[in-house]
């Protein structure tokens, strides 16, 4: 996980300084799903897991709800896929962007709490405050 402008800092290095044909993975510390939400539940008024269920039963508890929330015009945001990408780790190395480009990138708790405080403003920006307004992330006020 890391933000936008890490990437793109790490792209500009890359244009400036990498040698023709080199590959470089521009990538936050690898973290599990779970340690990811350990690091978003530090923050005062998070979200915080109570209880993990093993996948299988996740998944199988999730399915019903997946036509539930797009009958209410959610997107299907707790879904078995949901379950799957829990699951999957992603564990690659930015260590040679980093000793080669010289590219650096916030912490993973820098990037949740940002992401996280920017959320809140944007919510505080809604006019409609039900449910479905928080929960809908492709619906626009404007």
Avoid at 15 to 44: I, N, Q
Avoid at 69 to 81: H, Y
Wanted: proline letters at 6%; aromatic letters at 12%; hydrophobic letters at 40%.
């Amino acid at each position: 996980m890391f933000e936008v402008n890490d990437l793109a800092k790490g792209i500009t290095l890359a244009a400036e300084k990498a040698r023709p044909g080199e590959t470089y993975f521009f990538c936050g510390e690898p973290k599990s799903f779970r340690e990811h939400l350990d690091v978003w539940a530090r923050r005062p008024g998070a979200f915080k897991v109570i209880m993990w269920l093993p996948p299988g039963l996740a998944a199988l508890s999730f399915w019903p709800l997946e036509p539930l929330q797009r009958a209410v015009g959610l997107p299907a945001f707790i879904s078995r896929e949901t379950v799957r990408g829990g699951g999957t780790n992603f564990n690659y190395s930015s260590e040679k962007a980093k000793q080669e480009l010289g590219w650096t990138h916030q912490t993973a708790q820098e990037m949740w709490f940002n992401t996280i405080d920017r959320e809140f403003e944007l919510l505080a920006k809604r006019r409609r405050r039900n449910l479905t307004a928080r929960l809908n992330p492709m619906e626009s006020d404007t």
